[in-house]
């Protein structure tokens, strides 16, 4: 069975119209829109077309790719992206998750760890920040491996190259079969993609699973950010560091915390370690100096372990070959290339479904 919904969202994700499709393929663009919307059956000539113009295999429309529901991609985020990247990203993340979805049915992940928790009057996102800090067992100090930390716990992360999308940070979004998905765009500095992580945690552990329908988005975006810079600078442990703070002193701040300059800066302020002139000082100086849009001083970030292994582990233990996989995955070789893999070691066991271990 051919799905035209699957159809369309491969369609978007290539950032084509059904005008620019049916162009490709020698079919009026009625007809496209017919495939598309199901009111007539799509022919086997029509796929072949279809998956050679657009760079799939034919397996991918043998799938039902639904758009995801509840995601952290709030009113900010969509306000800043033109409607065709919009709809670039969320098609290129529906195909995606449901690669990894296929995945999942012959290995399992780490369980989702991550408690949830409502932001209140007597619990705020800083205290819960700090409180997640604790559950999770992360030491005093700045998070070193903090990708690490969350697959551990059952988040997957994924890096996405968006060229041209530069103002899309990150969002999750839970798969079809419920597995908790950070995309992070890959082309933005690793201080900004460690912050970008720690929003979105945030989000999955205060609204993703919330049951206040009525919260304002705006208003969840900025618990977000709060959560975020307590998480990766507690007060209690940053205040007394950050204390009198100087230009001078920004590049090894930043390299020891990890964040970005203007991060320190803004929780400096926040934490009133230093009055709001210093800091308009210290943007300025950061301005004149080059380092509002691209700082100097760079800090690691380890590389996301969980769908290589699973894509490993279907060749290693499950012998599937690159054709296989790429009728399970629904991307081509090359897409399951620059998508899902990158070099990581692979963990070899033989139950009946294999496990990853962290």
């Not at 005093?140 to 716990?153: Q, Y």
């Not at 002193?249 to 964040?259: F, N, R």
Request: charged residues 30%.
């Amino acid at each position: 069975m051919i799905y035209g919904s699957s159809i369309r969202i491969a369609r978007e994700s290539r950032g084509l119209s059904q005008s620019d499709l049916s162009k490709l393929i020698g079919v009026t663009q009625a007809t496209l829109s017919r495939f598309e919307k199901g009111g007539i059956e799509v022919t086997p000539d029509a796929v072949a077309k279809i998956a050679q113009a657009l760079n799939y295999p034919t397996s991918l429309f043998e799938r039902d790719i639904r758009r995801g529901g509840e995601s952290s991609l709030f009113f900010r985020k969509r306000a800043s992206m033109t409607v065709k990247n919009l709809s670039v990203l969320e098609s290129k993340i529906s195909i995606l998750s449901k690669s990894i979805d296929e995945m999942m049915e012959s290995i399992d992940i780490p369980e989702l760890r991550i408690p949830a928790v409502e932001p209140s009057g007597d619990n705020t996102p800083q205290e819960i920040a700090y409180k997640i800090r604790t559950y999770l067992g992360v030491p005093a100090g700045p998070i070193d491996n903090i990708v690490s930390l969350l697959e551990k716990n059952g988040v997957i992360v994924m890096y996405l190259d968006l060229d041209g999308m530069d103002k899309f940070d990150g969002l999750t979004m839970f798969t079809t079969n419920q597995a908790p998905v950070i995309w992070i765009n890959r082309n933005t500095p690793n201080d900004r993609k460690r912050f970008n992580l720690a929003h979105e945690l945030g989000h999955l552990v205060m609204h993703l699973r919330s049951e206040d329908l009525e919260k304002r988005e705006d208003q969840k975006e900025i618990e977000a950010n709060q959560f975020a810079g307590e998480f990766l600078m507690p007060a209690s442990q940053c205040k007394e560091d950050l204390f009198n703070l100087k230009y001078k002193d920004l590049g090894m701040k930043k390299y020891y915390w990890k964040v970005s300059k203007a991060a320190i800066i803004y929780r400096a302020k926040e934490l009133n370690c230093i009055p709001e002139e210093t800091a308009r000082y210290l943007y300025v100086t950061l301005g004149r100096n080059g380092e509002r849009k691209k700082e100097t001083v760079q800090v690691p970030i380890d590389t996301p372990k969980i769908v290589k292994k699973m894509y490993d582990l279907h060749v290693t233990e499950l012998n599937y070959s690159e054709e296989e996989l790429s009728d399970i995955t629904g991307l081509m070789p090359n897409d399951i290339r620059s998508e899902l893999l990158d070099e990581a070691e692979v963990i070899k066991v033989r139950p009946n479904k294999i496990q990853l271990k962290f």
